[in-house]
């Protein structure tokens, strides 16, 4: 199979589903191996949703394609799972060329004086420092390589705007972007560039889950609730998982070779007023 990423290698974090899923297909479409994880887990505390996915499907929809995948399940708050990751991914491939830092939560509804610690640990340590420690294994790797590589990061229009209720989380994804605008500087010696995916509201089971928590707390419809979450977008819209998945396509296509340290808004126009 040809395609403008054939023989490349790619990870994608958080892939059993929503944006992890469409990206890690959309990958393999274009011609690369892909290896996912997700965290395994069906449950998490202080996250009010079941988590994780169908990874093995993804997988067999990966190698439908006529593409390698390797899936495991791997915390990104625990760097001794995320180094057995890597270390399956490079024996199945022998290389890395992209990392899509997908895995991210989404818990709010409380004021930031409301929060507990364990609550704002967690999204921490998902959403930013599991972005960092990936990162962290995987650029070494990419440096030796010698042929550069691509890092895209998903953030959030979150990530630019400051959002009530959730405190926590625009925390993560600003923390996101300026981890982004740091080591885009530190790798383009490097030829390794590395950009932000900023999403509004994306039709996801995580965003499903914050929508029905909205509808709950005002005594709203679940399509009331979504009309309301849509009011910051100037396009009525919900975005698609392949929308979002389109977009880092770009980002890790040929043509981007040139732009790194980038905020890639696709956002309805949420932060454009």
Known sequence: MQGPLAGKAAIVTGAARGQGRAIALALAEAGADVAICDVGAAAMPTVGYAMGGALDDVARAIEAQGRKAVAMACDVRDQSQIDAFMAATLEAFGRLDILVNNAGILTGGRPAHELDDAMWTTMIDINL??????????????????????????????????????????????????????????????????????????????????????????????????????????????ITAEQSAAAVMYLVSEPARVVTGSALMIDAGWSAV
């Open 129 to 238: 420092t599991g972005a960092w420690r990936m990162a962290r294994a995987a650029v070494p790797v990419m440096i030796v390589g010698g042929e550069g590589g691509r890092i895209v990061n998903i953030a959030s229009v979150a990530g630019h705007v400051g959002t009530p209720g959730y405190a926590h989380y625009c925390a993560s994804k600003h923390g996101l972007m300026g981890l982004t605008r740091a080591m885009a500087g530190e790798l383009a010696g490097e030829r390794i560039t590395v950009n932000a995916l900023c999403p509004g509201l994306v039709d996801t089971p995580m965003v499903a889950h914050a929508t029905d928590e909205v509808a709950a707390a005002r005594g709203l419809s679940t399509e009331e609730a979504y009309e309301l979450q849509l009011t910051p977008h100037l396009i009525k819209e919900k």
